[in-house]
């Protein structure tokens, strides 16, 4: 008798893992997960709390109110705009709507893994440009793309690099790709990136056909645990997506907290700051001790750790947990050298450095 078994597809998935301490986690500094340190902003907890006795109803399907807080905030239509449980399922759900076996989708080699993940998943065949000192290669991107191409993944800012390409390069990638292929912004840290030459992509996706942006309520809003996503596009997009995605897919409390958390500009403004202050001093500290820091312009640190064959990063991770400190292992976007680490409290920050120091020096 023949056994039952997934899709061919389904074997090539890498299952997530996170970092876990071995117990409950209380007490443990977790700058594994890139979170906002300061939690959720007021108003959105609020909103959170008054919507405790309507969980027994369904969800608005519309998702009108929170689409309409988005759209304000940002002067979008909103029309153009659709929601879901995190930026991680619009990934889904984008590649679901739009690629299958036999198509191709291209993505840069060190970016999100939630990509690769998303494609295989649906029997599409993944295309992986290289990049070029850990930041995207537009040229290369380009070069790869073919009649199969179906749909472009672009992190920017990327994660766990922490770099970012300007506008002006996106522009040249859109103007590189073939017409067919749609050309997905995923700017989960738009957020942090306060560049002038840089954009999250608004105005391409509205002087084009084929370019969806992606965002989030998981980095600075402090929505993580909620799961809220949302994007921005064509209208034949947007209704493709709500064509594939569930009616309930973004929960009460998660449209009620997220549409709060727009509102909530002193909150933003304070994950600034803070990110602004400790986001140098942690790079700057982990460089006095031997640990090489690239440049990053959202609320975490891709760290080289010095080459040591008696050292690799697993005896430094596991150091780091005996000492009750997680970080990320970013070997499975080929930087098995690198950890990343969230920006902080001060004393998460400071003691994740203490801790380094006892290892590494």
Same mark, same amino acid.
């Given at each position: ?6 899709r ?14 071995p117990?409950?986690g209380?007490g ?26 309507q969980?027994h ?12 807080a ?97 506008? &002006?390069? =996106?522009?040249?990638? %859109?103007?590189?790709?073939?017409? +067919?292929? $749609?050309?997905? @912004?995923?700017?989960?840290? /738009? ?17 084009? &056909?084929? =370019?969806?942006?992606? %965002?989030?309520?998981?980095?600075? +809003?402090? $929505?993580?645990? @909620?799961?809220?996503?949302? /994007? ?62 690239y ?62 120091a006892?290892?590494?020096?």
């Amino acid at each position: 008798m023949e056994l039952l078994s997934p899709r061919p597809c389904i074997g090539q998935i890498k299952s997530y893992r996170p970092a876990r301490p071995p117990q409950d986690g209380a007490g443990w500094i977790d700058l594994s997960l890139t979170v906002n340190p300061l939690g959720a902003g007021q108003k959105a907890l609020n909103a959170y709390r008054q919507v405790a006795m309507q969980i027994h109803r369904y969800p608005d399907w519309a998702q009108d109110n929170l689409r309409h807080a988005v759209a304000g905030r940002y002067e979008l239509d909103a029309d153009h705009i659709t929601c879901s449980a995190g930026s991680d399922e619009m990934i889904h759900l984008v590649t679901q709507a739009f690629a299958g076996p036999g198509d191709e989708v291209l993505c840069h080699e060190h970016g999100y893994r939630g990509f690769l993940k998303a494609i295989r998943a649906t029997g599409a065949t993944p295309v992986v440009a290289a990049e070029r000192d850990l930041t995207v290669d537009v040229e290369a991107m380009i070069d790869r793309a073919n009649e199969r191409t179906k749909i472009c993944f672009l992190a920017n800012p990327n994660n766990p690099t922490g770099t970012y390409i300007p506008i &002006d390069c =996106v522009q040249r990638l %859109r103007a590189g790709l073939p017409s +067919h292929t $749609l050309l997905v @912004l995923d700017a989960a840290y /738009a957020e942090y990136c306060r560049r002038n030459n840089y954009s999250d992509g608004t105005e391409l996706v509205e002087n084009s &056909d084929n =370019v969806l942006m992606v %965002r989030t309520f998981s980095k600075l +809003h402090g $929505l993580a645990g @909620l799961r809220v996503g949302w /994007a921005y596009g064509p209208k034949t997009v947007i209704d493709a997506i709500n064509q594939v995605r569930g009616p309930f897919n973004v929960s009460i409390a998660a449209q009620a907290a997220a549409a709060a958390a727009l509102i909530d500009t002193d909150h933003e403004e304070a994950t600034h700051a803070h990110n602004s202050a400790w986001l140098p001093w942690l790079g700057h500290e982990l460089e006095q001790i031997g640990v090489r820091v690239y440049p990053s312009v959202c609320n975490f640190i891709l760290a080289r750790i010095p080459t040591d064959p008696a050292l690799g990063v697993q005896a430094v991770m596991d150091h780091l947990a005996r000492r009750g400190v997680l970080v990320k292992c970013t070997q499975d976007y080929g930087l098995t050298d690198c950890l990343r680490i969230t920006v902080g409290r001060e004393d998460e920050n400071r003691a994740l450095v203490a801790a380094l120091a006892e290892i590494l020096n």
